[in-house]
């Protein structure tokens, strides 16, 4: 899960609620990661933990504003292509 917020991740380090992070996200395609300056542990559940973005720099948060939204648009082509195989 991604959003312009946050997102929920799979680790093989146990984060502590309240943690403060920073966060590397490797997009496919793109040579050079997102960077998350600082992110916060909000939920953490036997698998996951939920981290709420709180610093990016400019471009950066526009880096991640155009992933979200392609991520989205494919979403929803996804489902169109389901819908009309069902009908």
């Known amino acids: 899960d991604l959003s312009m917020r946050g997102c929920r991740l799979t680790a093989g380090v146990a984060f502590r609620p309240g943690s403060i992070v920073r966060l590397e996200l490797h997009v ?4 050079l990661p997102i960077v998350v300056q600082a992110g916060v542990v909000r939920n953490v559940g036997p698998n996951d933990s939920e981290i709420e973005f709180l610093r990016l720099q400019h471009l950066e948060r526009e880096r991640l504003r155009v992933l979200v939204k392609d991520l989205l648009a494919a979403r929803v082509a996804e489902a169109d292509d389901e819908n009309a195989a069902s009908t």
């Open 28 to 31: 496919p395609n793109q040579e």
